[in-house]
Structures are given as C-alpha cells and as structure tokens.
C-alpha cells in the first residue's frame, strides 16, 4: 500500500506540472520531477482497442491536433480512436500556440523546451508507470469515469493488473470521480491504496470513505475547510486538495495541515514548502 506522508504537505503536480508543459505528458512529468514534485497526477482513460492512455477530455480537440489528421472523425471522440490512430497526433503544439497558464510569454519556459513539445505524443498508462518507477517517484492515478462507453467493464481491472505486474502497488495512488471504480480497485488488489474524488461535499463523507474502504479523500479547494480537514485526518484519511494555484491558499493549506496540494504549478509551491 502506498506509504503515508504524515510529516509534511505532499507537492502533487496536476497532470504534471502542466504550467510547464503539455498536460498527460512525460513532458509534463519531467518538468514536475524537475520542480521537486513528491509525486505527479494523471487522468487514464482507453482506447477503441483497449489499451490504457494518458487523456483528460472526453474528445481530442483540446489537446491535439486530431482536428487536421483526421478532419472527417468530428466531434473527435477521445475513445473512438485506436493506439496507432492516437500516436499519429501531436499533443504539444496546442501549448506553444496557447500558452495557458502564461507561463510561456513569463519567461519560464525555455525555448529549447518549446522546440521539444512539438510533436509529443501521449503516453500509455505502461509508459507512464515506468517512467515513475525508473524515477523512484510516486503517481496519482485518475481513472476516468467510462461510464456508458466500452471501457467500463473492465478499465479497473486493466489498471490494477497493469501495476501489479510493473511491481507498483506502492508507488501508485488509484483516484476516481466513480466510487464503484474504488470499489473494484479494493475487490481486485486491497492493498492498492484509492481516494475518492469530489466536486462537493457529499453526504456523509466519514462514512463515504470507510464505505470505499479508501486511503484518501481528494476534495476540490472550494468543498473543504480547515475544520474539515481535522476531522479527516483525526480520521486517519489524507486529504489532498485540488486544484489550488495560488499562493494564499496554497499557505493555508499548510497551516491546516493537508495531506498534499495538488497544483498546476508544483514550482510555485516548491518555493512556498521550502521556506
């Protein structure tokens, strides 16, 4: 089971240090590794032939180019294209040309990493694993709810046998939006350690969570308070926070003794955590 940090605030860089970088990419978890990022967070979702990859939206357009290679597959379906399809596209130019956290027109990006963006795929789930392996790293595992599309059946299942055979259960944290994902996490490997995903308090949290059988609890910044965040660890729960980008909130967050932060901008809190 994935060992618990009670001594400080864990730095967990969302989807890699996507201030940075291009978003579910080892470009964007090299860049967190970088910034002294404890561990990094990723989105799995699968592809129409089944295998576990790297992708947040629900449809390509964002983050790739899927839009020009393949003009006649609108809306873009992110799980209605194969490997070999996906691996066609370009999942960096989208940040040169956008620059979405500013970070770019800032300075902070060199442009030696820019020229490296460009044509960077998005990794597999496998890929994605031994690179934190082959790093002594940790990783946040967000499955995404497939819910109503193929994967559903058995993506848990496929995520679990894929870190048990890279020999990561203690490495890997499994979150989730869907708590019946938690569930077959815990029927397939109880020692995985899980954390539920909420947008908003749900009822009965405490109970939520002892329910799941989870590790964790990963509320949104605005569905948490500092009283709450007690209780939860009094509780024996972490709580990692998301997605929290700015200094302020970053600092209370510390003060009220979260488990971990997770940020867009592990550099920023990097800086905040070493003073």
Known sequence: MLKKSRSKVLNIAHRGARSLAPENTLAAARKALDCGADMWELDVGMTADGVLILIHDDTLTRTSNASEIFPERAPWDAYQFTLAEIRRLDFGSWFNDEDPFGQ???GQVLPADLD???GEIAPTLEEALAFTRDHDWRVNVEIKDLSRRPGDA???????ALVEEMSMTDRVLISSFNFSYLERVKAANPNLATAALVRQVPSEPLKLLH???????????TAITTEAIVDFRTEGFEVSVWTVNDEETMRSLIEAKASGIITDFPQMLRSLLRK
């Open 116 to 118: 490296s963006f460009i």
């Open 154 to 160: 058995d993506v848990v299942e496929k995520v679990v």
């Open 211 to 221: 329910r799941l059988e989870a590790q964790a609890y990963h509320p949104h910044v």
């Open 104 to 106: 770019i027109a800032a």
